[in-house]
């Protein structure tokens, strides 16, 4: 049995692609069919309605194109929209916080977690939710870090505006004196380099990108959905408008391969 159907990924922007670059390390086998709401980022300032509407309508583009799975590679959507994805699709749908609060949970010694993420993400309480009930005695620092993502949709990943922005976000979690910080939107993996420069004494820093990818890899195993073994898994990246940094930082920070993109209109 080898399904070759594509696993559909999707993102505000260029976030995503962290998680797809995890996919195609765990799972190369796998065709891949991406697409950043180019158009629409940011997510993070917008309403939970609006983000779960935007959701709906990727996953729609994503399903037309024959998707297995659909894989909520975007904070933000997984924080208020993964119900709604799930009752409305018939195929697998997983998402971000679940495997990022796992890897917390696994990495951090004092119980005092940081996350930090966009608003919507943050004011969902998402996080908090997720590691309280794996761990009912864990405590939780939050912090949403707004400037971040432009920044990074920017390319800013090196640049002093950015390291001053990531102090100023962290300073009061650190002051909680937490050991482990989650990246809680999937644009900040981009900034690790950032994040461990600024950061004064040693933190643990968790990403969801490959506890989402082993998640996926779980559940294809599980379904009976995988590709087969010889098959080389193609990557393709669609996006609902131009942008000129987003193909400069997949290449040059993920160092990740595709075609040309596709220019998709919204519905
Ligand atoms: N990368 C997304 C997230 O994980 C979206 C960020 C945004 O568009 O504000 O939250």
Known sequence: MSDLRPIGVFDSG?????????????LPNENISYLGDTARVPYGPKSA???????IEL??????QNAKALVVACNTVSSVALPVLTEKFSVPVIGVIEPGA???LAASRNRHIGVIGTRATIRSGAYEKALRAADANVRVSSRACPLLVPLIEEGLLNDEVTDRMILRYLDPLLADDIDTLVLGCTHYPLLTGAIARVLKR???????????????EEMLDRQSLRAAPLNRGELRVALTDAADSFLNVARDALQLKFGEFELRALP
Do not use: H, P
Request: charge should be positive; proline fraction near 0%.
């Open 102 to 104: 796992c890897a917390a």
């Open 59 to 64: 996953a729609e583009m994503l399903m037309k």
């Open 202 to 216: 040693q933190i643990m820093i968790v990403d969801s990108a490959q506890n989402c990818a082993r998640a996926v």
């Open 14 to 26: 260029i976030g995503g692609l962290t998680v797809v670059k995890a996919l195609r390390d765990l």
């Open 49 to 55: 309605e609006t983000v779960q509407r935007y959701a």
